[in-house]
């Protein structure tokens, strides 16, 4: 901080808070809902803590009149939650079904009704089983045209309910999840066909926020990306180079197609010669560079940076299998092993311990100065409005005389909401904040035991909770927070 006084926060400002379909709805099986690779993969022993699935979840199918009414009272100005694809597409690709549109036009006209805007996203990993049973799922383009026809039924059905819209949660997080380090759906281990996956989603992106300019053209649109800034370990120019490297291959590699429709140079050069480089055709190249599928603003996942080195790695890479297994290992810090081809960062970069920044019971920094150096970065580079669609503290909530008391929660987001007021003195563009998250809910690998919520729910790692809503102290201190306009933290 080096400001006497920061400036407000704007008057329109969203403050909000986040979820995923899979994490909360569950009614896995009802009203004509298809099952998802999420589905499948939670119901394959041993994919996640404990065996935990989101069948029921913290039931909001059900309860969703009751998680509306919480927010009103917290005086919730955004909401952000995902449609799950297999409840408007049971199939992915074929007949729309009824009563999964129903669900969503009623959770959106209560929202409406309490003065909450909705933030929607399209897509936050649970693809249709089908798609991946017949095509591969993100690996052929089939599931491109089945995702336009997705979008576009969307559009029509919420275009004009709806004015700010997420096309995909976290691409780098559920493209490096699913292909390359096997913790997630579809459970692989093969860095080239996530290159190849990875491609096809940022295909499908560009072609469904184009046609979102042409179907909704008073809303507004962009993806939600998974942003860490990356340090230097020191300043030694090998490890400054490191990070320019890292930063690269984290970050750029995803939001320079999003916003200027291109691959960088320097890590496409990697993978090309590699050999694992996917083929961009030049009608691909088109789609991407098309300014009509350039985003309108960019959802910012915020959790924490990364720490780099000039490689000293790359003969002795530890097998970190059983540590990943149940994300104790920050995903986003994931140190590679083995084949070259497999690990492309190996010797651009090595990740390491940041010692000036504490970390979370599950491992992950606790960074707030990163995400204002984030906002600085993003903004900077790509000059346009940013909304943080997600940040905050997965932590073991306690019930005492039917209270919880997270403290911690409230520090952390705190320190998070200063940091955004110091960005906005810095001049940038922020529109919005959404909490992860409203509820407790499932975490993907991590049960019900790491908690993010505002609002505390009786769902416990054996899944037989009462479902019970219990607003935490972090409910009652946010209510505050946006009522003042964030003045008073
Ligand atoms: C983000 C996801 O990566 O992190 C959320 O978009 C997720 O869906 C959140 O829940 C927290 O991750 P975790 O593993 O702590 O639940």
């Known amino acids: 901080m080096f400001y006497k006084k920061l400036d407000n926060f704007p008057k329109d400002f969203l403050w909000g808070a986040s979820s995923a379909a899979y994490q909360i709805e569950g009614a896995a099986n009802e009203d004509g809902k298809g099952p998802s690779i999420w589905d499948k993969y939670t119901h394959e022993k041993g994919n996640t803590y404990k065996d935990t699935n989101g069948d029921v979840a913290i039931d909001h199918y059900h309860h969703y009149k009751e998680d509306v009414e919480l927010m009103a009272k917290m005086g919730l100005k955004a909401y952000r939650f995902s449609v799950a694809w297999s409840r408007i597409i049971p199939d992915g690709k074929g007949k729309v079904n009824p009563k999964g549109i129903e669900f969503y036009h009623n959770l959106i006209k209560d929202l409406r009704d309490h003065n909450i805007e909705p933030v929607l996203t399209m897509y936050h990993w649970d693809l249709p089983l089908n798609l991946q049973e017949k095509y591969q799922g993100w690996e052929s383009r089939e599931t491109i045209k089945a995702f336009r026809k997705y979008a576009q039924v969307l559009y029509r059905e919420f275009g004009d309910e709806v004015k700010y819209w997420v096309t995909i949660n976290e691409q780098n997080v559920f493209t490096s999840m699913g292909y390359r380090w096997g913790t997630h759906p579809p459970k692989k281990h093969d860095i080239k066909a996530m290159f190849l996956a990875n491609h096809h989603v940022n295909i499908a992106n560009a072609l469904v926020v184009k046609d979102f300019h042409q179907m909704v053209p008073d809303g507004l649109i962009g993806p939600s990306f998974g942003y860490g800034p990356v340090y230097p370990k020191t300043c030694d ?176 987001l705190k320190d998070h909401v200063k940091a955004m007021k110091e960005a906005i003195t810095d001049g940038v563009d922020l529109i919005g904040y959404c909490a992860w998250s409203f509820t407790d809910l499932l975490s993907w690998l991590n049960g019900y035991s790491k908690r993010y919520g505002f609002v505390y729910v009786d769902q416990n790692d054996n899944e037989n909770g009462s479902l019970k809503r219990i607003p935490k102290a972090s409910f009652s201190w946010y209510k505050q927070v946006i009522a003042s306009d964030g003045n008073d933290e």
């Open 237 to 412: 120019p090998n490890d400054v180079l490191a990070a320019l490297n890292a930063q690269d291959f984290n970050d750029n590699w995803w939001l320079d197609v999003y916003c200027r429709g291109k691959y960088p140079f320097f890590t496409k050069k990697q993978l090309t010669d590699l050999g694992i480089m996917p083929e961009v055709t030049a009608e691909d190249q088109k789609i991407l560079e098309d300014p009509e599928a350039y985003p309108d603003y960019l959802g910012i996942n915020y959790y924490h940076g990364g720490t780099v080195q000039q490689n000293r790695l790359e003969k002795q890479v530890d097998d970190q299998k059983d540590e990943r297994k149940f994300n104790k290992v920050d995903p986003y810090l994931m140190q590679p092993k083995g084949d070259k081809a497999q690990n492309p960062e190996v010797p651009m970069f090595n990740n390491v311990e940041n010692q000036y920044v504490d970390k979370t019971k599950w491992g992950w920094e606790i960074d707030p100065t990163g995400m204002r150096i984030a906002l600085r970065e993003i903004y900077e580079k790509y000059q346009l409005p940013i909304m943080i669609t997600e940040n905050g503290l997965g932590a073991l909530d306690i019930v005492k005389d039917g209270k919880i008391n997270d403290t911690y929660r409230i520090n952390y």
